[in-house]
């Protein structure tokens, strides 16, 4: 087999089991999020899913991260990915008998984020290992058209497994995915770092190093300062529009499917675009125009009266996240060194999951009080003011010096 083709067996592998797995996944995540919505029409225990779904990630992502850069990355995503399927079984198996608790469900889905915690920075650091460096760009916006595909075909499947059999079948399907996915990525070829192998540090000496690596590179300093803005003022606020739609436009199941549809298909859109037309444009060019392009249509959606242009500014901000995201990953994966990427993924990961869930226990409550059309316009505006401030730090400027450098040596780091 030549070098070529064993990449490339790899990269198919891979990609093949995280889709099936991340279709399972994506599932439960939609069922679970609509059956509190629909249940309770609480902007609290909207809060509280949010918090249960992001906040554990966010912490064991710290450890996830050190773990990734000490272990095979391989079988330790094969460990999470079995922890979480263990997880949804046995929630499963409590509501098939009539357990419907809502600090059961929380309490599953938090396990579930724990797990996530620690297979995510395992996935992204693993992806140079079995990919080519000329080949990252179009490979993260391949599996970013990969992921926006399953997120447009996994709300209407559990839409439809949701209204005709209910919640606990979507549970058991995510069991049969995950499954899937493991003997999938079993015959994967990742192999153990020399790094990894040759490495005498303690975890905890590990874990300093990843956080004084960060704070010494100010285009990864930057680069995480603007992805928690992002999951603050656009991603946290998204996560009220199903309320907006249940309180304005009406409560059918149907209208909770079609919003999640119209921003997967943006998504979709956005991911073939980048793994085309869009592969070989600027990286720092791509986030900046995504970034602002969040606040804007953030806004848009506070001013929509009618629903179908709702679901027009969702296509858009799903159109905008793979020319955000793609770019933003390869970046990373670019500029740090193999050995560290797994500390720095745990941070990237970190930032994710503790935004949303910050960003929640403020728009969740206050969405009992005032307007979800109030909340995302205030948030948008936000994200633009802070997004053109950010632009204007140190790091932020040694981002756009980056951005000016053709070929950029993916060993050399911005201090």
Known sequence: MTETTAWRRNVALFLTGQTVSLFGSMIVQYAVMWWITLETKSGVAVALYAVAAFLPQGLVSLFGGVLADRMNRRVLVMIADGGIAAATLVLAVLMANGITDLWIILLAVAVRSVGAGVQTPAVQAMIPQIVPGDQLMRVNGIFQTIQSAMALLAPAAAGAIFAAFGIVPVFFLDVVTAVLGIGLLALVAVPTLESIAQSTATYREDLVEGMRYIRSHAVVRWLLVVYAVIFLLTVAPSFVTPLMITRTFGSDKWMLAVLEIAFSLG???????????????????LILFSVYGFGVVTVALGLSGNLWVFYGFMFVLGLLVPPFATPFMTLIQETVEPGMQGRVFSYVGIVMALATPVGMMVFGPLAD???????????????????????????????????????????????
Do not use: N, W, Y
Request: glycine residues 10%; hydrophobic residues 55%; positive net charge.
């Open 369 to 415: 009080v005032v307007s979800v059309q109030t909340l995302l316009i205030a948030a948008g505006l936000a994200a633009i003011a802070v997004i053109a401030i950010a632009t204007r730090l140190p790091s932020g400027r040694a981002t756009l010096e980056v951005a000016r450098t053709p070929a950029p040596d993916p060993e050399a780091s911005v201090h």
């Open 267 to 285: 998504m979709m859109l956005g991911g073939f675009l980048m793994s085309t037309l869009l592969a070989k444009r600027g990286k720092v060019g």
